[in-house]
């Protein structure tokens, strides 16, 4: 076959393929072939679809809610909700949603719009005591307002304090006003709401170094439980008691519930004794780590120091060098085995030394700061968390949130010339900021 006779040969067959798909569009436009329709539009209530969508609508509406005297009227097109319906490729879409709607509108739930005509109709919904009451029956649903006040009446029974309980009113706020109460809560979940309170009261209690899956246990009484709570948690801790926390971790090790053993870094010249080996800090060249399972079988021999010093972030107890000092990593708000160990240094040294603690100089640093002395009664003074430091290092300070605030009033009593700076010129230092500036100096003056 030459090249003219193929091309010819080409050119007819596209013309048979395009009077084919021709000749099928019009069979479709004609309903001359029969599309059966899914399974799942086959089975599907309309009348329950429509009732639930106009109740729904009900109950976001401001009337609803108490914040408008006229009830709203809502609607839905139903070719815009249901696309098949009026194709006249699908009579049998057409001819069900027909015959819900009519009946429908002969039990006086819902009124036609102007101008509706088969295949082409509004539904024009006008809430009524009647015939919402009558909705609520048929579709056997829990209005809105009942699920909210039993939700509320669960929440009012908890009695918490600190921020849990500033927590507590911010979320009755929300359920009474009808808001959103995602992130912290599944709403209107009973369930949930149980054992998040349960988790908030366990943390609250919990006064000892704890593993995540045996705080779940405890708590939960099923040791994966808790990971299923733990964003909500994490939420809550971040927006509620300190928004300086970065993630799920630290917002629990708050509380002395860790996923992973507890080590204590330590800076400094000392000799210590676990069981029968001996450690001469002195001979290492940086710093040296304790295991928490270490801290009961400890035995301090000596400290060559006139000060004792803890140091809230790491790079600071990195980079800080102070003479006669020795210096304990607290790794923001300590656990239990940071004061397990001062406590036994506190037991060896006694008053002979001094005690500092330098965090940051923010809410967070501060409640550290009264945290160390609570649970340890060691007399510390703050290093360098002062007025001074925040005039010195203004072009590095931020701006305080309303958090911020609120926790600083707590503690202003025993830190009123710092705390009084801070709200009025609205600002906080981070200490690595003063490390950075005293390191190129290699020096530090208390």
Known sequence: MNVKSKRLLRYHLQEQVQLFLMLIQDCLLLNKINIPLSKGLE?????????????????KSSYYKGKSLKPQKSSIVLHERYPQYGQSRYPEVLEKIEDVVLQLEKEDLIQFAKGSIEGNRKLIFVPTEERVSKIYQELDRTPLKEKRNRYLNCLKMYELDSFFKDFQIAMEEKVFNYESVLPYLKVYDQEDLKNVMKILQGMKNQEEEISFRKFSEKVLGDTKKLEKY???????????????????????????????????????????????????????????????????????????????????????????????????????????????????????????????????????????YESLIKKT????????????MLKKYKAYTKPLTENDRKRLLSVKDRHQEVIDYMLKYNVKLEQEIIGEEDERKNTYTY
Do not use: W
């Not at 209530?45 to 109740?55: A, K, M, S, T």
């Not at 803890?310 to 790079?315: A, H, I, K, R």
């Open 43 to 59: 089975m599907k209530n309309y009348r329950e679809d429509i009732l639930n969508n106009f109740i729904e609508r009900y109950e």
């Open 377 to 388: 009664q060691i007399p510390f003074q703050t290093y360098k968390m002062n007025v001074n």
């Open 230 to 368: 733990k964003n909500k948690i994490y939420h809550i801790i971040k927006d509620f008691y300190d928004d300086s926390i970065e993630n799920i971790d630290d917002a629990f090790e708050l509380f002395y519930i860790r996923k992973n053993p507890a080590y204590v870094y330590l800076k400094g010249s000392a000799i210590l004794q676990i069981n029968e080996q001996i450690i001469d800090l002195n001979e290492m060249n940086h710093y040296f780590v304790l295991p928490s399972s270490c801290i009961k079988d400890l035995k301090i021999k000596r400290i060559d120091a006139r000060q004792v010093m803890t140091v809230e972030n790491l790079t600071s107890f990195h980079d800080i060098s102070l003479k006669d000092t020795f210096f304990i990593f607290t790794n923001g708000f300590h656990n239990h085995v940071i004061e397990a160990f001062l406590k036994c240094l506190y037991d060896f040294l006694g008053e002979r030394v001094s005690y500092l603690h330098f965090g940051d100089i923010d809410a967070g640093g501060f409640h550290i």
